[in-house]
């Protein structure tokens, strides 16, 4: 496992050893010790997510506050997405910056994204499915969102024409608006 520090260092992108052969491939998507061992880390995932999206859907910015906030390793097993990381921890040097990776079931790219970040993805791909563990659990009454469009963050996503938002996310406050992290 290879772990990449992302330009916001606290972010980084997990690439797992993947050993491909004329019958198709394996690798572990995840081994605590290896993860440990590249990152430096060693969170306590409580909860794997999986959704699948058509081409188009945006579903994010999403985070926690504390003191369910949530750090989050993702995936896509299937099809291709623009994932993205902002930094809403004030005290941070990065802070309302934001970093992005295309992650596919093709390159096998991971994203580890700490406490303290909004996530969101863009799918790219006709249909995708995504999967991300969490180190902790869902919790509504900490949950919040940010608009994708903030003009603040200046997130450049890829023109995939009108996204698809939930209801929430069309409704999500801006940057400026959000509750953060100290």
Avoid: C
């Avoid at 919790?139 to 938002?165: C, S």
């Amino acid at each position: 496992m290879k772990a990449t520090p992302t330009a916001i260092p606290d972010v980084l992108v997990i690439e797992p050893k993947v050993f491909n052969d004329e019958r198709g491939f394996f690798f572990e998507s995840y081994n605590r010790r290896a993860f440990k061992e590249a990152t430096g880390l060693d969170p306590e995932f409580v909860q794997d997510n999986h959704s699948k999206s058509v081409k188009g859907v945006l579903r994010g910015l999403h985070y926690q506050l504390p003191p369910k906030a949530q750090g989050k390793l993702v995936r896509v097993v299937q099809g291709e997405v623009f994932d993205v990381a902002v930094d809403l921890r004030r005290s941070s040097p990065t802070f309302g910056k934001w970093v992005a990776e295309i992650l596919s079931a093709e390159n096998k790219k991971q994203l580890w994204i700490p406490p303290g970040f909004a996530h969101g993805f863009l799918t790219l791909s006709d249909t995708a499915e995504f999967l991300y563990k969490t180190t902790d659990y869902y919790a509504p009454d900490y949950e919040r969102a940010i608009r994708w469009d903030d003009p603040t963050l200046a997130i450049a996503w890829p023109n995939v024409g009108t996204p698809i938002l939930a209801p929430k996310d069309a409704a999500a406050p801006t940057f400026a608006q959000a509750e953060i992290f100290a």
